[in-house]
């Protein structure tokens, strides 16, 4: 462990934005509200941050790792970090400042590396035998040029959920990726400021040997956003732009992103997938990955909770449907379907306590959640009533998950 630096001395922590695609997991882990956000960037409080170092696992592109040694009152203030195209350089100590004798208290980000489980709700580590992921290949200043080569809607078209599937080619230069990471997609042209758009993520819904097997492609679930959260009209800039590509048509790429919402790579794991919407995506890879290997003998079981408002609001029904019933266990959880009473995920969790315990008893299994943020509250309480069924003590199993890289969640 490094000494404690001189009380006039800060390690102040910043996000690069260059790196980082607004993807909100950092506002959203920190425990005490230290980072915060504009239309530009987002950028971490000198005067709240105690780096705990609870944001830098979950990141998934490593934009918020960087810090900077400091002059405590020359720190840089929200203000300024917000008005940042890139970082700025290091800056050297004044020489008596930087042999000053060391501060009794500890340094905060020396003291704090593993944050504390209560952090978040999943595993900041994958499992043990995930696959090596590969990130940040391609960053804003030099993307990747990928080509559309397939553009579907996945979705009824007499329903307002317009959802396609989009595949990319990569033609002969590598873009390695694994089940359950993502990319950033350069929409083009500027925002209201001028400035050109920040990349959106989207997760793959392709396995590693690709959307066609043993090509260098992937494909990604993308919901046209015409309303927000509450109902108002907005334009989803990427959105639209990718459910409006065409063949042929090219696409600037970074990444790829993530190394901790992976798959389990030995044999016989088992994967427990939770999800709504296009949060399917991840599911799909992975669903796909074990299908591929059916005859192999190596897959464990597959327990799918899928949750939309209809059946013809679910992305990939039809193929869904069409796979082994001894290879995929299926549970559709629909809530605005005709003449049916409203169904959630979590309800559904509780329908099937019984193969959920049997599941949660087997160390090889893994759970994954993705959807909507609003899902992780609803199926955590699911999870814990299942368990305490069973006579078993929640908070002991939840902590073992998260430690074991074996819950995982994806949300947003």
């Known amino acids: 462990m490094n000494a404690p630096l001189p009380a006039e001395v ?21 425990p005490i509200k230290a980072i915060t956000h504009d239309s530009n960037n987002y950028v971490v409080d000198p005067e709240i941050c105690n780096g705990c170092m609870a944001c830098v696992p979950p990141c998934p592109t490593g934009a ?4 900077r040694l400091m ?14 195209e890139e970082l700025p350089g290091e800056k050297a100590l004044p020489e008596a400042m930087a042999a000053a004798p060391a501060s009794d208290e500890p340094d905060a980000t020396e003291a704090a590396i593993a944050p504390p489980l209560s952090a978040a709700p999943g595993a900041t580590v994958p ?11 391609y960053t804003h200043k030099a993307p990747m040029t990928a080509t559309v080569v397939g553009n579907y809607r996945v979705t009824g078209a007499d329903t307002e959920s317009d ?3 989009i595949v990319l080619d990569f033609g002969e230069l590598p873009f390695p990726v694994l089940e359950g990471q993502s990319i950033g997609i350069l929409p083009p042209g500027v925002d209201a400021q001028g400035r050109p758009h920040h990349a959106r993520q989207y997760s793959l819904a392709s396995p590693r040997d690709g959307e066609r097997a043993g090509y260098n492609n992937l494909s990604l679930t993308v919901k046209r956003v015409t309303e927000d959260h509450a109902g108002a009209a907005a334009h989803g800039v990427c959105s639209n732009y990718l459910c409006d590509l065409a063949k042929n048509d090219k696409v600037q790429v970074i990444g790829p992103f993530g190394n901790t919402f992976l798959m389990p790579n030995h044999p016989r794991a088992n994967l427990i997938m939770i999800c709504t919407g296009t949060g399917s995506a991840p599911m799909r890879a ?7 290997r059916i005859e192999t003998g190596e897959n464990g079981r597959l327990l799918l909770f899928f949750g939309a408002r209809t059946e013809r609001e679910l992305p990939y029904f039809g193929p869904l449907m069409k796979l082994p019933r001894d290879f995929i266990d299926i549970n559709l959880a629909l809530s605005r379907e005709t003449g049916q009473p409203k169904r959630y995920v979590q309800d559904l969790i509780r329908d099937r306590a019984d193969a959920v315990r049997e599941l949660l008893a087997d160390r090889n299994t893994c759970i994954y959640v993705c959807g909507l943020k609003g899902m992780e509250l609803g199926v955590l309480d699911a999870l814990r009533e299942v368990t305490l069924q069973a ?8 902590d073992a998950l998260r430690r074991e890289g074996r819950l995982h969640f994806e949300t947003y």
């Not at 995930?130 to 940040?136: I, L, Q, R």
């Not at 006579?391 to 939840?398: E, K, V, Y």
């Open 10 to 30: 800060l390690k102040q922590h910043l996000i690069d934005p260059e790196i980082c695609i607004r993807c909100n997991t950092c506002e959203e882990t920190c």
């Open 64 to 67: 918020i790792d960087n810090w």
């Open 71 to 84: 002059v405590r009152t020359e720190a840089y203030g929200l203000q300024e970090q917000l008005g940042w």
């Open 127 to 137: 499992p043990w035998s995930a696959a090596h992921p590969y990130v940040n290949l």
């Open 163 to 165: 959802i396609h599937h």
């Open 286 to 292: 992975m669903t796909e990955r074990y299908r591929r």
């Open 391 to 398: 006579g078993q003590d929640w908070s002991i199993l939840h």
